[in-house]
């Protein structure tokens, strides 16, 4: 709920105008902000840069804590593969243990089901292209060249939206399909930046899926969780990665599987978020 969540804010803060830059506006580019316009000059610049810097440094200072919670629970590359995969599994079959649980247990129609989900993973880049270009282009020039202007009569803007949407698309569908978490392991800068944080933050404070009984014998090792992560942990293991691009994303995933699995015993998670310093 908190990745769909933070999803849909990023998607609507330019539709409602709450943060956005106009490049095509008629006294030149301007940043609009809660509503207002201002132009893109120096001081307004700052304002816009200063706040981010300040966001940057409070994600830092959670991670420092908490974690890679951001790449888990915030990122919005992150929250798309993972709709991306709840999604495909529901269509056909994926790795989401979760999601594939509920449409087994599920009392909907599986084929309307199924149909939904497929609407969504088509309809869902398009949604996203367009976000993406509403942080730039005015929302009402991009409505109007989407749904008001004729195709092939909505001049410049209509050829360059479409454009932009045939590539987000293509690019989603690979980013979904294929390259999924990698990107996170070997691109993301900022992903490098928040590892090199937590390896320098006092292993006994910061977050982590801890396994709650003595020993792993209690769990029969199904071997779920393992599976469930996209960086290849165990997340049962004392002694967890956290740093570096292969380090635990505190995403969650291996908890919500056990949930998953334990759940069909009557039984709660094996798993649990906790700090070092509280364990007995
Ligand atoms: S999913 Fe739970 S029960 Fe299965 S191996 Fe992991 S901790 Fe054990
Ligand atoms: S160990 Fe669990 S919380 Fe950490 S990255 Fe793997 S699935 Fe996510």
Same mark, same amino acid.
């Given at each position: 709920m908190t990745q769909v969540c933070l999803l849909l804010l990023w998607i609507l803060l330019p539709w409602l105008n709450i943060v956005r830059i106009e490049i095509q506006g008629g006294r030149g580019p301007s940043i609009i902000y809660l509503g207002q316009s201002y132009p893109m000059d120096f001081p307004y610049v700052l304002g816009l840069i200063i706040p981010f810097v300040i966001l940057i440094w409070c994600i830092a200072l959670l991670t420092y804590y908490k974690g890679r919670v951001f790449c888990g629970w915030a990122c919005p590359y992150g929250s798309c593969v993972e709709l991306f995969e709840g999604l495909s599994t529901a269509v056909w079959k994926g790795s989401n243990r979760r999601v594939a649980a509920w449409m087994r247990r599920s009392s909907f129609h599986k084929w309307g089901l199924r149909l939904s989900a497929g609407l969504t993973l088509a309809l869902a880049p398009v949604i996203l292209a367009l976000s993406i270009a509403a942080y730039l282009v005015a929302p009402r020039q991009i409505i109007h060249a989407v749904f008001a202007a004729a195709w092939g009569r909505g001049g410049m803007i209509q050829t360059t939206l479409l454009a932009w949407v045939a590539l987000t698309v293509l690019i989603s569908w690979l980013a979904g399909f294929a390259v999924k978490f990698h990107f996170c392991r070997m691109v993301c800068i900022y992903g490098m930046g928040q590892a090199m944080v937590v390896s320098a933050?006092?292993?006994?404070?910061i977050l982590r899926p801890r396994f709650l009984?003595?020993?792993?014998?209690?769990?029969?090792?199904?071997q779920a969780c393992l599976k469930a992560c996209f960086v290849d +942990?165990?997340?049962?293991?004392?002694? +967890?990665? +956290?740093?570096?691009?292969?380090?635990?994303?505190?995403?969650g995933d291996c908890i919500d599987t056990c949930t998953t699995v334990q759940g069909h015993k009557g039984e709660s998670s094996l798993l649990s978020f906790s700090a070092a310093s509280q364990e007995t």
């Open positions: 933050a006092p292993s006994n404070q009984p003595a020993s792993t014998d209690a769990c029969g090792a199904c +942990l165990d997340p049962r293991a004392k002694q +967890l990665v +956290l740093g570096f691009s292969t380090g635990c994303f505190n995403c």
